[in-house]
């Protein structure tokens, strides 16, 4: 199964993942960490990659 990855040089702390999926990312210092890879169950995670204005979110 896939996780959720954040790249860190992209990221411009935007919220936007973490307001869609608050038990997969939280903002941290102005950058998004993954807290909870396998709560995308919860939530939308590939919407909320699609809505990262610098695609800093990718799946492994
Ligand atoms: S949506 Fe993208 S830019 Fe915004 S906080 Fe999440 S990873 Fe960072």
Aim: hydrophobic share 40%; aromatic share 4%.
């Amino acid at each position: 199964m896939s996780v959720p990855v954040v790249d860190m040089d992209l990221c411009i702390g935007c919220g936007s993942c973490s307001e869609m999926c608050p038990e997969v990312f939280e903002l941290r210092d102005d950058k998004a960490w993954v807290i909870g890879a396998d709560k995308c169950s919860t939530c939308d995670c590939e919407a909320a990659a699609d809505t990262c204005p610098v695609e800093a979110i990718k799946f492994e």
